[in-house]
């Protein structure tokens, strides 16, 4: 009988992976769909003399993250639990970018937060504005300086348990706060692999002590959006979908029709002026 063991995916280069198993680190060929994080079966090469395996299943997972590709879906990793949004005065984070990655997570079956990067520099009352407005949405933010290594406790706190997928504009701070956290430089994407050939690119996932987990995946960094339907958005917007069922019709558009409860709500000052700007926008795209 062949032997078989659960493991998870903690490296990820484009044909193949290295799961992690309790007996080691096994180099697998990758299979089709297989991403980081991904908890697999495992069937070890036995009389193999490197340390190899066969990936003969894929777990179910409780979350997946993927990029349209044309018409098909693009896998980037699975099981996190929660997407970090880096938030940052300098460089500026629009307000389309949090709501942007909010709906992605939320669809994705992902808890979003926002970690409130940078608070060694001065920011001004449109940035603090900015961010009451996810503090109202009762959404986490956590402040921290990556940097300067300030509060990191607060957030390696919540963490705890958990596996995270730090997103933010280039320059908000992504690589010096993994860096910070995980105690260690960041895998480059470049990368020679046993046959000396470069690999353009791997994700990886770091386990830390606590149980925190930090999946890196360079290609997660820039999304498209809107890949949703019409209908299906407003549950993104969880305070505006909330809202809505208080229309007064059932097919309101939420923009001038009789009765509407949103707009309502958003001359009322309940719901913000930016994220419904940002619902119609990306609604109506
Ligand atoms: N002032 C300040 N600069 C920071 C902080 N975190 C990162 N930076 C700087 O911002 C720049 C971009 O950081 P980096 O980690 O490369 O951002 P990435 O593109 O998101 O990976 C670097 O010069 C960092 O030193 C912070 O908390 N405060
Ligand atoms: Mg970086
Ligand atoms: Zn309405």
New binding site residues.
Partial sequence: MKKVQTGQVIEFYSNSCLVKTKSGKLNCLAIKNIVVGDYVEVEIIQDSKKHLGNIIKINNRSSVLSKKNGNKDKLFAANITHVGI?V?P?PKTSSEFIDKWILKSIFSGIEPFIIN?????NSDDEYMNKLSVYRDIDMKVIN?????E?NLEELQKFLENKCVL?V????????????KIIGQKLKTNELSNNQGVHTTSVSSLYELPNNIKIIDSPGMRDIELIEYSKDELISGFVEIHESSKRCKYNDCNHINNDGCNVIKDVINGVISKSRYNNFIKFRDN
């Fill in positions: 880096l940052t300098e990067n940078k608070i060694d520099i921290c300086s990556a940097k300067f300030d730090f933010g504009n280039s320059g908000a701070g992504k690589s010096t706060l993994s860096s």
